[in-house]
């Protein structure tokens, strides 16, 4: 017994520190796989573990010093070879949706709500997707990187039709343009509408795919729609609109029991109200002669 109490004391610092060196791993290399730097990372590893492999059994010093020289300089290396993808990880860290505040998301739907109004008054095809916990990877990779604030007048400028980049969609993270003029995948349904253009079909096929939302301006009718889950939602009004992508993108905020509990302290302590004391009864009067005397049958 002593010794597993021992074990637990001790141990448990290498173990937490094995499984955040896993998770870290992990997500690293789940964030780059797909891209363009994934190639260069899978090189480089595969080739410093065969060295230190080959070191370790045939006994190499002269090779196992230089590894272990190596090593004090791989921060330096990593960050002057991989500064684009780190600078990458570091942008969706920082527009993840746990890190967006309820009024962020809100300033992002009015956003969109403002240029799709504008596109639908004067009749601008336009195809707007909101990136969620799913990264878009492969729609980036046929787009341009624009990573710019996203402004009403940016998205204009991007859809005007004598732009180059006006054909194809957007991709907003965050608060931010990400890309523009990307490819999103074309839905294989045989049950739609045959009418629907590839501005829709692409939007159902991305939401199909992945949990983004995409909003959609017809630019033969001015009309809005928006996808979710391969759904389409056609004619929708502004206001509808609206109240979607609120539901879908803002999240009410539960309050943290620690708040809670702090808050239920704070609180001044009111005095229990005294009840009112019970009236007493009034006696009953004695009962009369006649009344003693009943007649016994």
């Not at 595969?46 to 020289?69: F, I, M, P, Q």
């Not at 095809?125 to 996203?150: F, H, P, R």
């Not at 979710?228 to 803002?250: C, I, M, N, Y």
Request: with cysteine.
């Amino acid at each position: 017994m002593l010794n597993i109490l021992d074990i637990i004391k001790f141990g448990w610092r290498p173990v937490l520190e094995i499984a955040i060196l896993s998770v870290g791993l992990y997500f690293c290399f789940k964030f780059i796989r797909g891209t363009r730097g994934a190639p260069v990372v899978y090189g480089f590893v595969l080739l410093l573990l065969s060295l230190t492999a080959l070191s370790l059994a045939l006994h190499l010093e002269v090779l196992s010093w230089l590894l272990r020289s190596f090593v004090a300089f791989a921060a330096v290396a990593v960050l002057i070879i991989f500064q684009p993808e780190l600078r990458k990880i570091l942008a969706e860290l920082g527009t993840h949706p746990f890190f967006n505040t309820a009024q962020e998301q809100r300033e992002t739907i009015e956003v969109i709500i403002q240029a799709v109004e504008r596109f639908a008054e004067v009749r601008i095809g336009a195809l707007i997707a909101v990136e969620q916990s799913i990264q878009l990877q492969e729609a980036t990779e046929s787009g341009i990187i624009v990573d710019c604030e996203a402004t009403p007048e940016m998205l204009e400028a991007i859809f005007f039709p004598n732009n180059a980049i006006h054909d194809g969609g957007v991709i907003i993270k965050g608060d931010r343009i990400a890309y523009a003029a990307c490819i999103f995948p074309l839905t294989q349904r045989k049950d739609l509408n045959p009418s629907l253009g590839t501005r829709h079909r692409a939007a159902i096929g991305l939401t199909e795919e992945t949990d983004a939302l995409v909003v959609i301006v017809s630019e033969e009718t001015g009309a809005l729609s928006y996808a979710f889950r391969g759904q389409l939602t056609r004619a929708v009004t502004v206001e509808q609109l609206r109240a979607f992508l609120t539901s879908a993108l803002v999240k009410p905020g539960k309050p943290h029991r620690l708040v809670s509990l702090l808050r239920t302290a704070a609180a001044p302590e009111t005095p229990p109200v005294p009840e009112p004391e019970a009236a007493p009864k009034p006696e009953s009067p004695p009962p009369s002669s006649s009344q003693a005397e009943a007649p016994g049958k």
